[in-house]
């Protein structure tokens, strides 16, 4: 059973973040949902570390400024790269 409580929207496109221990983090978007959303990164987060995202790439190709901040929820590793939860604050 799945306990979201928002529906996820499938994304595939990159955003840069950043955060007190991370400056300029480029990132793929895997998915995205209001509560929160799921990154693809080469460099690992700590869990707690509060994100600011600064840009995403829309479908378009286009890049928008964002002003979101989030929480790094979950980190899941598999072969070098790190799947992130961030849930939105």
Known sequence: MDRRQHQRIQFGRHAEVSSSLHEKLAVDVLDYSMG????????????????????????DGDTRTLALIGEVRHIHEQLGEYSIGVCFT
């Open 36 to 59: 929160g959303i799921c990154l693809v990164s080469t460099v690992p987060l700590s869990l707690g570390e509060k994100l600011r995202f600064h840009c995403i790439e829309t479908l």
